[in-house]
DNA sequence: ACGCAGGCACTAC
DNA sequence: GTAGTGCCTGCG
């Protein structure tokens, strides 16, 4: 296949509902554009719009294909990991409303921060901080298609440097602030080693992103499969907390603990429990 | 009987 | 959601 040939053509994405994925609360910083949506993967700017099995991606070179393609994790054979959900009902509904929704591949920090401001806050909010942050401490880029100025998500060393807990208040974080701006520090000085866990077992993983301020079990384990790629950590947050009780312990007297829940769904759920879980919340949710 | 581990509720952030 | 506090319970 030529060059010229291959810029031209769209990405190939079968079994993949974009809108959907982007809607699923993993990512909040993607902004509809006409069909399609504007964002930044990295500090790269992308525009990309679903057209059925095709997926247009601008700019349309090489590099930028691959990172599209490696982001929204279009190599993950769906219909594989399916066949590794538990057969009920509930998880049928889920899958049923859910195919084609693709857990997203988030850089490291970018996850780890986003997910200490969501501590107990809307989408709507989450995503109006991440554009604040963005946009005081963030490496502006140039949309090519538009002209127009985005943001990459500020590193670690830029919050640690250029902000303080006071600023980041500012940023509406509220308690957040200190948690972002101690867990921002923490990495910069290299305390922990985001990068240096990517070699690590799940649990050594979990226990290293713990030690981060504002990081507990939940956003832990949403770390793990946000970014780690560990797709049998399961996130236990109110919304599937709700829907195991309700699906899996109904009518039970007393009420199950996290730790218990926790047990459960990792030997139910299997190695791709992650996958499971981001199919049942998402489908909850709607 | 006394005391420390850890399970659990409560609350500020 | 996280994390620190304080009380209750159980085993030794």
Redesign the pocket.
């Known amino acids: 296949m030529s060059r010229n040939a291959q810029r031209a053509e769209p990405l190939p994405a079968p079994l993949f509902n974009l809108p959907m994925t982007l809607a699923s609360g993993q990512v909040f910083h993607w902004l509809p554009d006409g069909n399609g949506f504007a964002g930044v993967i990295g500090d790269r700017p992308v525009r990309v719009e679903q057209q059925g099995e095709c997926l247009w991606v601008t700019p349309n070179d090489a590099t930028t294909r691959e990172e599209v393609c490696r982001y929204f994790a279009l190599d993950h054979p769906l219909e594989t990991i399916y066949a590794t959900f538990p057969d009920d009902p509930a998880m049928r509904e889920a899958l049923a409303f859910c195919r084609g929704l693709r857990l997203i591949r988030q850089p490291l920090w970018e996850c780890v921060a986003t997910f200490i401001t969501s501590?107990?806050k809307q989408v709507k909010h989450i995503s109006q901080i991440s554009h604040t942050l963005r946009q005081r401490y963030g490496r502006p880029v140039t949309a090519p298609w538009s002209g127009q100025t985005l943001y990459a998500y500020p590193a670690p060393e830029a919050l640690a440097e250029q902000a303080s807990e006071a600023a980041l208040r500012e940023c509406g974080l509220g308690?957040r602030a200190?948690?972002l701006y101690g867990a921002a520090v923490a990495v910069a000085r290299g305390e922990v080693d985001l990068q240096a866990l990517e070699h690590e077992p799940d649990d050594v993983v979990f226990k290293a992103l713990?030690r981060?301020?504002?990081?507990?079990?939940?956003?832990?384990h949403c770390i793990l499969l946000f970014a780690y790629g560990r797709y049998a950590a399961f996130p236990i947050?109110?919304w599937i907390e709700r829907v195991l009780r309700h699906h899996y312990f109904p009518r039970r007297r007393k009420a199950l603990?996290l730790?218990q829940l926790q047990r459960f769904v990792a030997q139910y759920f299997g190695p791709y429990g992650g996958y499971a879980q981001q199919y049942l919340f998402h489908h909850a949710r709607n």
């Open positions: 501590a107990m308690f200190g948690k713990c981060l301020p504002g990081v507990g079990p939940k956003i832990a947050d109110v603990t730790p």
